[in-house]
């Protein structure tokens, strides 16, 4: 018999899959009747992942592995959950309600087949993050982006349409290389389950172990397409910042989901063995590369839109060093950082069109003029007279403060103490593995360099926009607009006061990352429903499993 909760882990697929399947049933006039589904499926959603995290933290695990249609590893098609894609999932859950919160005041109804298209999403993304196969990855991949396409294009002006072509030709380019490396790896390896992987990958033979890892460069470079590593990253920050609000804001789990499968793959496949650290020095590099051309966008960015994407690479080039260092302790604190900074440039980004609402379009670049050559003019102002900001913009100054905060990595926030995790964990080991010390100073350096230029970026824009305001207009706000803003920051205010609890999360999952037996066992000796005849029923005492 299949306990209830075993069904739990095919429900973040199956749920937003008949919720999209749903949708399209209902006309597209009757916008609330949809947003009203909509938003139940993805209430039921964070339920689900919710109950899946604490099952997977809790003390009382259960089967982790789901075998579709009831056939054994590796013939069938496996689902897998751990700590790790428990907590993305649940990561995800929190995005989704947020943004499709936030949607609701306008954008859901600026097009056609938004939440339908946003379900959509939601299934590629979970799928990606359950499934135990190279094949279906690249299915749910497919999914994921397609719905992204949709989304991306959502509204008018033709940035958006510009930056989506750009995306769309883009990432067909990463699908392709994705395909490549698929089918390299199943012609060597002949199979593509991915716990069947790991126990053939040692006993290859040098020549196809060669092919092998051809096959797994290739998929690299899709999945760091989709992070958005140096030199393959200058579709993000224009693709980014021309989506509209809450699009961006669902956006920003993306690339994680590709930081997910780089660091699900190398501790799998290439953790031990004779292929073990493959591609390390890649990660290294890319990222150190990723994280300078970040902050060199973030310092440059005069729009608070690009600053939220070069933001994003930011981020991005900070777990690819982590990974390409291959340090457990080290990891621990990356993962505290990728959900931190998720949540974060999430709600920057539904923040920034609340805080640009009251503002024209060409004003950052008046601002910036008039910083250089002056405004020609000195206000009057009498002894005692002053301004008094309005409550909407204390609101939205303090909510920009804490983004500013939080991507800076300044204290008390979350972003601080999983900044704080890493650097110690470097500075600690002084030379990590076979990394040298030259290149380990360099990646903390790297590190603390991009937390002042987003406190430079952060607190200029902060000035130009909250205190030297050109038009002074306050712009109307919405509750449902700022409700999601203030949840995703109030989860990274629950973060630091929890963040005892966290680490030990975070390190219990990367130790189990770092025992491939355990993922490889879990898979083998999933366990497969026997059908039973009506005779075996009788004697079991006239009932079946």
Known sequence: MIAWSHHLIVTPILLPMMTAAILLFIDERNRTTKALVSLTATV??????????????????????????????????????????????????????????????????????????????????????????????????????????????????????????????????AALFFLIGVSLVYGTAGTLNMADLALRMPEMEPDRLILMEAGAAVLGVAFLIKVGMWPLCFWLPTAYSAASAPVAGMFAILSKVGIYVILRLTMLLFGDGPSAGFGAEVLLLGGMATLVFGTIGVLASQALGRLAGYSVLVSSGTLLMVLGINDGVVSSGALLYLVSSTLTISAFFMLIELVERGQDAGANVLAVTMEAYGDGEEADMEDGEGTTMPGTMAILG?????????????????????????????????????????????????????????????????????????????????????????????????????????????????RTLSNPSAYIDAVRDAYVVQDQSPSDAKADGGSAP
Not at 67 to 83: E, K, M, Q
Not at 92 to 110: E, G, N, P, Q, R
């Open 44 to 173: 039921l959603l964070l339920a689900n992942a919710l109950v899946l995290f604490l099952i997977e933290s809790g003390p009382n695990s259960f089967d982790n592995v789901y075998l579709l249609g009831n056939w054994a590893a590796p013939f069938g098609v496996v689902l897998v959950i751990d700590g790790l894609s428990a907590m993305m999932l649940l990561l995800t859950a929190v995005l989704a309600i947020a943004a499709l919160v936030f949607s609701m005041a306008k954008w859901h109804a600026v097009g056609a087949h938004f939440h339908t298209l946003f379900q959509l999403l939601l299934v590629g993304v979970n799928g990606a993050l359950l499934t135990g196969d190279l094949f279906n990855l690249f299915v749910f991949f497919e999914v994921m982006l397609a719905a992204s396409y949709g989304l991306l294009l959502h509204g008018t002006g033709t940035l958006r349409v510009k930056s989506g072509l750009h995306y769309i030709a883009v990432n067909l380019v």
């Open 398 to 510: 303090i909510c920009f403060a804490a983004c500013g905060i939080l991507l800076a990595g300044l204290p008390p926030l979350s972003g601080f103490i999983a900044k704080f995790a890493m650097l110690s964990a470097m500075m600690g080991t002084g030379s990590i593995g076979t990394t040298p010390d030259i290149a380990v100073w360099t990646l903390i350096v790297l590190v603390i360099l991009s937390g002042v230029a987003a406190l430079i970026s952060m607190t200029r824009a902060g000035i130009r926009t909250f205190w030297g305001s050109i038009e002074g207009a306050v712009p109307r706000v919405l509750v449902v607009e700022l409700v999601p803003v203030m949840l995703l920051l109030s989860i990274t205010l629950g973060l630091t006061i929890k963040a005892g609890p966290a680490m030990t999360y975070m390190d219990t999952t990367i």
